[in-house]
C-alpha cells in the first residue's frame, strides 16, 4: 500500500516536471537561438553547444533602430493604462453604485463588445481615420486600445469597487463631501489594490496587441510586435535572427512583470470577468 | 447613486466605447454593401525624348484640390456576401478566374465556388472543439496536482505557467513555429526516434500545431482559475465523504467537481469567445496557406486583397457567428446580476 502511494507521487512529480519543461521550452529554445548566428541556430544536425553572440541584438537594436520601437510600446502602453484607468474608474465606480435597469443593460452591452473580434473593426477604423486624417498616428491607436479595453476595465473595477461599502461614500457625504469628491478623496484610497490589478491586465492587453497595432501603424510608429511581424515571412538569414531577437525582447519585460506582480495576475485572473 | 451622477461619471466610458466601438460596428455594416472605385481618366502625355515627341494616352486617378482620390461609390447590396460564402461570382472574378486558368492552375484554387467563410469557419470550430476538452482537463489536473507539491515549488509552478499565458500571442506563435522548424529542435528530436515530419508544409500538420500552440497558451489560464477554486471546497464535505469510506475518485467526484462546476462553465465559455477570435497562430504558423480562421480572414481580405467592403462583408458574418456564441454567456450574466441590482 504504502509503495503504490509512492509510484503515484512519484508520477504525479514526473508529471509536473514534464509540464514545467514544455511551458518553458518554446521560449528557452527561442532565447537561446537568439544569441546564435543562424548557421548555428538553424542547423541540420542540430548543434546543442554553439559559440554564443549578441550580433542578433546589436543588429536589431543598433542597426535597425529597435529602440524607436520600443518607445512607441512605452508610450502606447502608459497613455493606454493610464486613460484606460482613469475613465474605467470614473464608470466601474458609477456601474458599482447604481442601482438602475439602464447600468444593468450597459453592463451587458459591455460585456458583449468584450467578446468582439478586433478584425471586424478594421476596415470601419480604416475608413473613420483617414477621414480624419489621423490614420498610422500613436494617437488614434492608443484611443482604439483603451476603447477595446473599456469593457473588461469596467467589469473588473465595477467587481473592486462592489467589495467597499456604500457606507463609506456616504460617510464621505455625511462630512460635507460632493460625491465627486468622496470619490477622489475616499473611495480611490482604499481601491489602489484594485486598480494595480487591473491596470496590469490593461497593460498586458495593450503591449500584447498584434492585430490593431500591426494594421493601424507602421514606419516609423510601429510598435515592437508590429515590428517584428517581418519575421513571419522572412526567408533571409540575417531579417529572421532579428525577429527572433526581437522576440525575446519583447518577452525580457513581460517576464520581469510575472516575477514582480505574480500575486496580482493570479488574483486578478480569479476575479471572474477577466482575460483580455 | 442617482441616474443623473451615474451618465456623469460613466459618460467618457460610454462615448468611447459609442464612438470606437458601436459606430464601427453600425459602419462596417454600411461598408459591406458598397463598393467604391477610384475615378479614372484618360490623360495624353506628351513624352520628348531623344529620338522626338510621341504623345502617350494613360489611365490615372482623378484627384480633388486636396489630392485625394476622387472615389464612385455604389450600393452593390448582398454582392461580397454571396461572394465571400462561395455563392456566385461577380463579374470581375469571374474574368480574374478565366484569366488565371488559362495561365496557371495554382490561382485556379481560389476560384469559383470557393466558400472562405465556412471553410475559415469550419477551422474556428474545429480548433474550438479540440482545445476546450484538453484546456479543461489538462488545467484540472494541474490544479488537483499542486495539493500535493510544497509551497516553495507552488511558486515556481504558476510562474513557469504563467509565461505561456501572458506571453505576446504573436511571440508565443512565433517560438512554436521555430521550435517546430524542419531544422528546429523538435523535428529533431523526432528524427532520433524515426519520425519525420514537415509541420508547416501541408494541411494536418500545421492545424496540429495551431491545436497545440492553443492549449499551451490557455491552459495555465484554466489552471490558475481551478486552483484557486480549489481552496474553497468545503475540507468538512471532503472529511465526511472519507469517513464514509469514498475512495479518491469519489471524493472528487461527488464533492470537488460539483463544487467547481461553476468555475468549469466560466473557463469554457471564455475560452469559447477567445477561441473564435483566434488569429496569431493562424498567421504565424500557415500565413493562411492551409487554414484560415474568420479573423484571418477578414484581416487577409482587408490587408492583402485591399478591398475594405469584401472584409466588411466578412466582418459582418463574423459578428453574427459571436452574436450566437454569446446567448449562452449573456443569459448566465443576466441571471447571476439580476440579483445585485
Not at chain 1, 138 to 159: D, E, K
Not at chain 1, 165 to 188: N, S, W
Not at chain 2, 219 to 241: H, K, N, R, T, W
Amino acid at each position: 500500500m504504502k509503495s503504490k502511494a509512492f509510484v503515484s507521487r512519484i508520477a504525479l512529480h514526473l508529471g509536473l516536471a514534464a509540464w514545467l519543461l514544455l511551458a518553458c521550452l518554446p521560449i528557452l529554445w527561442m532565447l537561446l537561438i537568439s544569441l546564435r548566428e543562424y548557421v548555428d541556430a538553424f542547423s541540420s544536425p542540430l548543434k546543442w553547444v554553439a559559440p554564443i553572440t549578441f550580433e542578433n541584438y546589436r543588429r536589431l537594436w543598433v542597426d535597425q533602430a529597435f529602440y524607436l520601437n520600443f518607445f512607441n510600446t512605452a508610450v502606447v502602453t502608459v497613455s493606454v493604462v493610464t486613460v484606460s484607468l482613469t475613465v474605467g474608474c470614473l464608470a466601474g465606480y458609477a456601474f458599482s453604485r447604481y442601482r438602475g435597469s439602464l447600468g444593468f443593460w450597459l453592463l451587458l452591452v459591455a460585456l458583449a463588445f468584450r467578446a468582439l473580434p478586433h478584425s471586424t473593426l478594421l476596415p470601419s477604423f480604416f475608413a473613420m481615420f483617414d477621414a480624419m486624417g489621423i490614420r498610422n498616428t500613436t494617437f488614434a491607436l492608443v484611443l482604439v486600445l483603451v476603447a477595446i479595453n473599456q469593457p473588461f476595465t469596467i467589469w473588473m473595477l465595477r467587481s473592486f469597487f462592489m467589495h467597499i461599502p456604500a457606507e463609506l461614500d456616504e460617510a464621505a457625504q455625511v462630512d460635507g463631501c460632493t460625491r465627486a469628491q468622496a470619490f477622489r478623496r475616499v473611495i480611490v484610497p482604499v481601491m489602489w489594490p484594485g486598480i494595480v490589478t487591473t491596470g496590469l491586465f490593461s497593460f498586458l492587453l495593450a503591449y500584447n496587441d498584434f492585430l490593431l497595432s500591426s494594421a493601424l501603424t507602421n514606419g516609423e510608429k510601429m510598435t515592437m510586435p508590429a515590428a517584428i511581424a517581418n519575421a513571419i515571412t522572412a526567408e533571409s538569414e540575417a531579417l529572421l535572427m532579428q525577429g527572433v531577437a526581437g522576440a525575446v525582447s519583447i518577452t525580457i519585460p513581460l517576464i520581469l512583470l510575472v516575477a514582480v506582480f505574480q500575486k496580482q495576475i493570479v488574483s486578478g485572473l480569479t476575479q471572474g470577468a477577466v482575460k483580455g | 447613486m442617482k441616474r443623473k451622477s451615474f451618465l456623469q461619471f460613466s459618460a467618457p466610458s460610454m462615448l468611447l466605447m459609442l464612438a470606437l466601438l458601436a459606430f464601427p460596428m453600425v459602419m462596417t455594416l454600411w461598408l459591406s454593401v458598397r463598393n467604391c472605385t477610384p475615378q479614372m481618366a484618360l490623360v495624353t502625355v506628351q513624352q520628348t525624348g531623344p529620338f522626338g515627341a510621341a504623345s502617350v494616352t494613360t489611365q490615372r486617378a482623378k484627384v480633388d484640390a486636396s489630392g485625394r482620390a476622387l472615389q464612385d461609390c455604389k450600393f452593390v447590396g448582398l454582392s461580397y456576401y454571396r461572394n465571400i460564402l462561395g455563392l456566385n461570382k461577380t463579374p470581375a472574378d469571374r474574368e480574374a478566374a478565366k484569366a488565371a486558368s488559362a495561365s496557371d492552375d495554382t490561382a485556379a484554387a481560389t476560384g469559383d465556388g470557393h466558400n472562405e467563410f465556412i471553410g475559415a469557419l469550419r477551422f474556428t470550430l474545429l480548433y474550438t472543439l479540440v482545445t476546450t476538452p484538453f484546456i479543461l482537463a489538462g488545467g484540472l489536473a494541474m490544479a488537483l496536482a499542486m495539493n500535493h507539491v510544497t509551497r516553495r515549488l507552488k511558486g515556481l509552478y504558476v510562474a513557469a505557467s504563467l509565461l505561456p499565458f501572458i506571453i505576446t500571442p504573436v511571440v508565443g506563435a512565433l517560438a512554436i513555429k521555430w521550435l517546430f522548424r524542419d531544422d528546429g529542435l523538435v523535428p529533431h528530436l523526432l528524427q532520433q526516434v524515426g519520425i519525420q515530419v514537415f509541420w508547416m508544409a501541408q494541411a494536418w500538420s500545421a492545424q496540429l500545431l495551431i491545436i497545440l500552440y492553443g492549449i499551451w497558451h490557455v491552459m495555465p489560464f484554466a489552471f490558475i482559475v481551478f486552483y484557486a477554486g480549489l481552496q474553497g471546497v468545503p475540507q468538512d464535505s471532503l472529511e465526511a465523504a472519507r469517513l464514509d469510506g469514498a475512495s479518491r475518485w469519489q471524493q472528487l467526484r461527488y464533492v470537488t467537481l460539483p463544487h467547481l462546476a461553476p468555475l468549469l462553465v466560466f473557463v469554457t465559455l471564455i475560452h469559447l469567445m477567445d477561441a473564435y477570435r483566434v488569429f496569431e497562430p493562424v498567421l504565424v504558423l500557415t500565413r493562411g496557406a492551409f487554414t484560415t480562421s474568420v479573423q484571418y480572414l477578414t484581416y487577409s481580405v482587408l490587408l492583402e486583397e485591399n478591398n475594405a467592403f469584401k472584409a466588411s462583408a466578412a466582418a459582418v458574418l463574423t459578428l453574427i457567428g459571436i452574436g450566437v456564441l454569446l446567448i449562452p454567456l449573456l443569459r448566465r450574466t443576466w441571471r447571476e446580476q439580476r440579483g445585485t441590482h
